[in-house]
């Protein structure tokens, strides 16, 4: 079976600033991974997904992640956040090949402060 | 393309009641996955339907039960309501294909039990 691991729950940063998101996971077999975003009474976006290839991987609204196998991480990151970034941020895992079945993480409330 | 839709949006039942929850996917995607996210558990897998057929059962009680249709639209079902069912019960589609990998994601249908 596989988990994901969001380490943090809130994340305050200022805008204009960078983030760092930071996601892990544990899985006994090879992973394809997810971040997923949800705005408030919404449901869930796709920002970006690793399957295979570049380790580096970029996403909608400027948003890019990095697969680390050695670390089992894959964090996402923005160079410089908007206020309309203030969102709910999930990583997600499969080990299907398949985004039928995800296993989410806990979620890391993003908020953007002027 | 329309989007995944979810109906009703919102809904309040009491305690021991059923309620069935409906989703329809986006043109030509023949799997519905369901799931449930609440603020202690997060987002939980509950039920994947592929042509009419279950394929995949997440850890939920048998209260929790679901169908598919043969135009691909959803319905959940959750009999014998109880307080710890008051969540937002997303439904996703996506595309057939085992290396399908993405999914899309509807409003969500937020459920109060009390």
């Known amino acids: 079976a596989q988990s994901v691991t969001q380490l943090d729950s809130q994340v305050p940063v200022f805008e204009e600033a960078p983030v760092e998101l930071r996601c892990n996971y544990s899985s006994s077999v090879s992973v394809y991974l997810f971040w997923y975003v949800q705005y408030p009474n919404q449901g869930l976006q796709l920002l970006l997904k690793?399957?295979?290839?570049?380790?580096l991987v970029k996403g909608i609204n400027g948003f890019e992640a990095e697969f680390n196998k050695s670390q089992t991480s894959f964090h996402l990151r923005k160079p410089s956040v908007h206020i309309s970034d203030t969102a709910e941020y999930f990583c997600a895992v499969t080990t299907s090949g398949s985004a039928r079945q995800l296993t989410f993480g806990s979620g890391t409330q993003l908020t953007v402060l002027p | 393309k329309a989007g995944v839709t979810q109906t009703p949006r919102y809904l309040i039942k009491t305690r021991g009641q059923q309620v069935t929850l409906s989703c329809s996917p986006i043109?030509?995607?023949?799997?519905v996955s369901w799931y449930q996210q609440t603020p202690g558990q997060g987002l939980q897998f509950l039920f994947e339907?592929?042509?009419?057929?279950?394929?995949n059962k997440g850890n939920f009680p048998g209260r929790f039960s679901g169908r598919q249709f043969s135009n691909s639209r959803s319905e959940m079902n959750v009999s014998t309501l109880e307080l710890g069912d008051s969540a937002l019960y997303l439904c996703?589609?996506?595309?057939?294909?085992?290396?399908?990998?993405?999914?899309?994601f509807g409003q969500g249908t937020r459920l109060t039990v009390v």
């Open positions: 339907y592929f042509s009419e057929t279950q394929r």
């Open positions: 043109s030509g995607h023949r799997s």
């Open positions: 690793y399957l295979s290839g570049s380790t």
């Open positions: 996703a589609s996506s595309e057939p294909g085992q290396m399908n990998t993405e999914a899309f």
